[in-house]
């Protein structure tokens, strides 16, 4: 049945422009499948934009985005706007796909913005993308899970920095609600542990700091949910050239990774059986990525990417064209998760009723 699919990407965050790599890439996924597709572009200042013009890529450079109209989320759709703001044309909305990277967009306020708007949507939930996007956060869940997680530290001013030391050096500072590497620092001593904690700070309130494990092995794996069981997909080493797997790694070229990754006996099954664990655990939906650091035959979970780039495409299939039955399953879930509670009693007490007229009244001094 064909479906009409709102893809939201971009987002007030610093990863806006690799969320758009990955919102025209599922978009023009779905697209190809037969989908009817209705891509939303929200700018680094908030403005949403609609227009068949952002399902190309070029479009976005030198704010070429510009030029497309003025869009709006309502209850059961999207509205386009003319250039007096006034609504142009309500498109109704048959479900959602999340592709903003960072943020409220990851962080669980497109969540709201589809749920109080009715629209089902195909990926994580309000309580994980809230709680995974912010890192001191997803090591108190986990914690609280009984998952494994190297050594950390967390503060919220500058002058708490100095407690880090008591994981010994080396240590990676990093921005505890960015993602893609940004503000992620390896530090050696105080002087560039101060150095980068400072430089983190520019970019958060929030400051997390983890013991560096030097014979690290970085592991990744991707789950969804479909038809009743987590799908894991085959565990992927990423490789970096310098310490830490930086911005230019993931998203310039300068990184290389191994698919299916050469681990150890039983270790590829353990940490796709742990992904598959903590996403049910968590009643998880959507494409979710969990990232992984081996070191001395420990498996410590790091980080869960509820937007993972390129919604791990790349894990999930052999390529874009392969993709789409990924994104269909997903959708399908999201539709079927959204009809179902639907079918919950929503009590209204009637108290309203019994109430006297000056209930609410402010009387006079």
């Known amino acids: 049945m064909k479906r009409t699919i709102a893809v939201i990407f971009g987002g007030v965050s ?3 422009e690799i969320s758009v790599i990955t919102g025209t890439m599922a978009a023009n996924v779905l697209k190809s499948g037969g989908e009817q597709v209705v891509p939303l572009f929200m ?10 013009m952002l399902l190309d890529i070029n479009s976005f450079k030198d704010g070429g985005y510009e030029k497309a109209a003025r869009a709006s989320v309502v209850r059961g759709g ?5 250039k007096h703001g006034k609504i142009k044309k309500f498109i109704k909305v048959d479900v959602a796909l999340n592709c903003c990277h960072g943020g409220i967009g990851e962080g669980g306020g497109v969540c709201g913005l589809f749920a109080l708007c009715g629209i089902p ?4 939930g309000m309580f994980e993308s809230a709680a995974f996007m912010d890192k001191y956060f997803t090591k108190l869940v986990l914690g609280s899970l009984g998952v494994n ?3 950390y530290v967390y503060f919220r001013s500058p002058k708490d920095a100095l407690c880090a030391e008591e994981l010994g050096y080396p240590v990676i500072v990093k921005p505890s609600k960015l993602g893609s590497s940004i503000g992620i620092t390896k530090a050696r001593d105080r002087e560039e542990l101060l150095s980068a904690v400072e430089a983190a700070f520019f970019y958060d309130d929030g400051i997390l700091v983890e013991k560096y494990f030097s014979d690290r092995r970085e592991i990744n794996c991707a789950a969804y949910y479909s038809e009743g069981r987590v799908i894991t997909s085959e565990c992927e080493e990423a490789f970096t050239k310098g310490d830490i797997l930086s911005y230019d790694d993931k998203y310039a070229g300068s990184g290389k990774s191994q698919l299916p990754a050469d ?3 039983g270790v590829s099954e353990k940490i796709k059986g742990l992904t598959s664990d903590v996403y049910s655990r968590l009643n998880m939906r959507g494409i979710v990525r969990f990232d992984y650091i081996l070191c001395g035959g420990e498996v410590y979970l790091s980080e869960i990417n509820t937007v993972p780039g390129s919604l791990s495409y790349y894990l999930l299939s052999n390529g874009f064209k392969d993709f ?3 994104l269909q399953a997903v959708i399908v879930q999201a539709v079927d998760d959204w009809q179902r509670a639907a079918d919950k009693k929503v009590l209204c007490t009637g ?3 019994a109430l006297p007229a000056n209930a609410a009244k402010i009387g006079k001094k």
């Open 149 to 151: 997680v190297a050594p």
């Open 43 to 52: 700018s680094q200042k908030g403005d949403l934009y609609t227009g068949d």
């Open 324 to 326: 789409y039955p990924v």
């Open 78 to 82: 999207v509205t386009e706007l003319n």
């Open 14 to 16: 610093n990863e806006n």
């Open 263 to 265: 681990l150890p006996d």
């Open 121 to 124: 949507l195909a990926s994580a």
């Open 351 to 353: 108290i309203l009723n």
